[in-house]
């Protein structure tokens, strides 16, 4: 019955191999073979994955134990596959969103020549094989080893037009912010084999189980734990104070932003906290700091988002913001809710993303938003999935985003009154940004060229067909997670999770949940409107106070990082290198090398070639011998 | 038998290339051909016969010191005789097609510095090793003063005082030893049993160490390195990077752990210290270095910084993470040198600023380039990865009380090689090619060979480090059983 669980490994190969082929291959494939590797390995892991999905519906699960990794004394470190809810969850997540994308790339990257477009390929493939790992997992250090490979692919694809030099400075940009936070993981990931002698998730919690709170593992062990993988988290996932990383990554070309900028990488750190829940339960000052990180996040971003022009610009940092919320949820303990809106966000953030690169197609690689406007009537399919996927992302019932932000309001709610006004904002901040980037780019009239205007055309059905699925998944998408307090027995995807993540137990009335919805409803159509009032028309000209400048320089923190670090930093290494290095040290050494060869010098003056000289000295010797002797004896 | 046979080749290779004379292809296949057999045998020795009647050796030398001649391969000597062998080989073939003047006693030093270098794996008598530790040393100064750069003759000085200094504190150290133990013996069996004071083991410890941190080098007896590995002709700093600074690391495993385990326990936190201080620093100057060579030689002080640091945390995963970077470290700064000779033969310059745009004609070395450095990073599934997440767990599970700051600290490197690496590989091969990068630069068949070995080496090592790790467990499981030291070092 669980033989498809022995094959599970195929699911992370698949990928691999495309990439392998594909990058190998790439003078002698064509396009259109390189398009079918890459697309099809990645529908056959979705396949699989479909398979592993039902099984674990059907109430199975296991650890699949491939070799031991890494064997060292006492600490071993097997090579091994977690199938279970949250991992299967994932999968379909990565590979049915992933299988889209690739499928939309084959068109968006038809300009390419061949073995540019195989490179394309290989990276996206092994991008998909690196998140696989991630997820797969079933321990510490494979989650590790997904989680650096995901980076070097999101470094490789934000600098895939690696001439443009702005280009190659956000993929390392993005790589070294990663990398801080990965050092924070690193000494988690050491922490607990220290503390435990184990990776393994079931190994690690059990034994947490067993001793929290005593000798063997203290609170403070917990915690420290537990911090550390947030701030890991904070650089994959994009939180304060490691977010700024995301918004340049926009570099890449748009399904890159789709998929590993907005779908899938950036939630990695949400499922390292979500895999991790039972240590966060113990650790309830780490769960308010995180809380804390999310909700801020969510509002900065949301509010540099108001004042964005650069259609991806405004995507990117609403992501930052929803990934605010995902952590948000994750803070008050609503783990599921967390991954229910990784879900929902998945869906309806790739269409955006795929959308916006609809529009920068027909533009021919215009972004700048305020020299857009009227395309719905050039654009039908690309303007009606990019309007569900606004509706889904503000919220509006009975679209996904709806359930999905309702489940994580409702939990700040019984958690905090004040953070839950604060999210409320956030959330209606994001009604109002994204319609305003909707009616900007769609309504009214065209602002741009009239070359342009005469370009305007509706993307290849490679690109539509995406876009319809996942508007479809963004409509139905949240149906999965709809409150009981609307239908009984539902929440399917909480009870789905139960294994992995214990389900919240709500002390709330219906009719509460109810004024809830309604409250977020209302206040969220009131923002569509102001939207549509606002931007409806839009002229462009009217100058900009103080403030709307303040936010469309994105609150001057890329300036304030640049100079209270990076040039300190930069400075200190040049005085080391020009001062410590050449001067200090090395002069030191040189100074010895001199007084040795100065002292040569004196002594040689010694040997005078005077006999009373050497006399002198032989008797004034010995007289210090004697006396050494005299007092050595004593 | 195997021991003294690993010995010998390069040593008979070596005179056999000097006695060649002018003749270009001879000395090639000599050197190609002694480096493959010995490849071989190396090979041999560690999968088919591991019998130790086989692997060690021992005849009468000097008996009026009490030193004799005794060889054996044991895991440790085994890992770096291996490293050895492997990187000879693969300098041999990437070498074949290169011209390069005087070749007989060129190829004919660097053999005769290969037996030195063995010697020092292999040697298990005190003054045996030391006689080893200087012959490596000599051919050294002559390749670097005879084919170096232009500052070649104050920089190779500068390098030879330096390390001879340290040698000879080795020597005094070593001679002390021997007047202590009860048969007035160098064997190490001999040296091992000797009780010391706690006092007379810290100064011991300060006789020998100032060598082997010279050789590493560890900060901050560091500076003759930069200076030295970019005057040197690009093979010999290669040896040097590769090879020659591990016998600095197995002077610490194997003469001062096991010998003096007390000092080495109270003085750990010092150099720990330091050697954590030399990482953050080296990767700072790295940052800020406009020369390939020097930037891959500062990147190396902060890696061995690290292996330092890992050889006093002295516990079971961090000597075992140590041993299996000795290897990884060999082959990836290998692959890093080979790709800066490529680069500095075709385009005429190290200069990070004169290059770019290399991406844009040279995919094929592009690609070798960013596995290389990936693996120099320790990104997962490479070999890099491997040895340093074991030194870190290491490094976490010491006694010391300092060990969180001490792991973090040696952590900023982490984020400071992937800084430095990624901007020279942005300046370098990213952007618009220029002038100077403007004609491909295409790799022959047997360079691609070469770089294709290391490679697979990085990725196999990476995914399966466990054959290695099996070898480098019989070392510390040798180790632990010599000396009880876990009484003293958190055995984990």
Redesign the interface.
Known sequence: MQDVFQLAYWIPLLPLLGAMINGLGRHHLSKTLVGWIGSGTVLGAFVLSLFIFFQVKAGNSAVVHY?????????TIPFSFQLDALSSLFLLIITGVGFLIHVYSTAYMHDESP?QFARYFAYLNLFVFSMLLLVLGANY?IL??G???VG?CS?LLI?YW??N?AY??A??KA??MN??G??AF??AL??I??KTGAVGFQDVFSFVQQHQFTAKFTGTDITVITLLFFIGATGKSAQLPLYTWLPDAMAGPTPVSALIHAATMVTAGIYLIARSNLLYSLAPATLHIIAWTGLLTALLAASIAIAQNDIKKVLAYSTVSQLGFMFLALGTGAYAAAVFHVMTHAFFKALLFLGSGSVIHAMGGEQDIRNMGGLSKKLRITYITFLIGCIAIAGVPPFSGFFSKDAILLSVFLHSPLQYALALLAALLTAFYMFRLLFLTFSGRFRGTQEQQHHLHESPWAMTVPLMVLAVLSIIGGWVGIPAALVPDAEALHHFLSPVIPVLSHTVSHETEYALMALSTGLVLAMIIAAWVRYRNYQPGAPANAFVNLLENKWYVDELYNKIIVRP??A???W??EV??ASV??GL?NGV?RAVQYSARQLRLVQSGQVGVYVLLMVLSMAIMLVIQFFVRK | MIALLILLIPLLGGIISFGAGTNKKLVSLVFTFSTALLLTLVLLALTCFKQPALSAFSAPWLQGVGSSFSLSLDPLASVLCLLTAIVYFLLALYMLEKPIERSAAFYGWLLLAQAGMMGVFLATDGLLFYFFWELALIPMYFLSSIWGGPRRIAVTFKFFIYTFLGSVLLLAGLIYLQSLTPEKSFALDALLKVKLTTAQQSWLLWLLLPAFAIKLPMFPFHTWQPDTYEEAPTPVTLVLSAVMVKMGILGILRWLLPIFPIAAYQWGDVIMGLSIAGIVYASLIAWRQDDLKRLVAYSSIAHIGLMTAAAFAANVTSLQGLCFQLFSHGINILGMWLLVDLIERNTGTRKISALGGIAQHSPVLTIFMLIIALANIALPLTNGFVGELLMFTGLLATKSNYFLVLTVAAGLGIILSAVYTLGMIRSVFFGQPNSVTAQPITLSLLEQLVLLIIVVLILFFGFFPQPLLDVTAQYTDQLFRQVDISYLFRKF
């Open positions: 070799f031991d990794f890494i064997k060292v004394g006492s600490l073995d250090v590790f080893m989680w650096e490979g070097l470094y600098g690696f001439k030099p190659t400075a993929a390392n790589f070294i990398r801080i990965d050092l690193l000494v050491f922490w084999i220290t930093l930069s200190l290494a040049g080391l290198r410590v290095e040290i090395d050494v090398g």
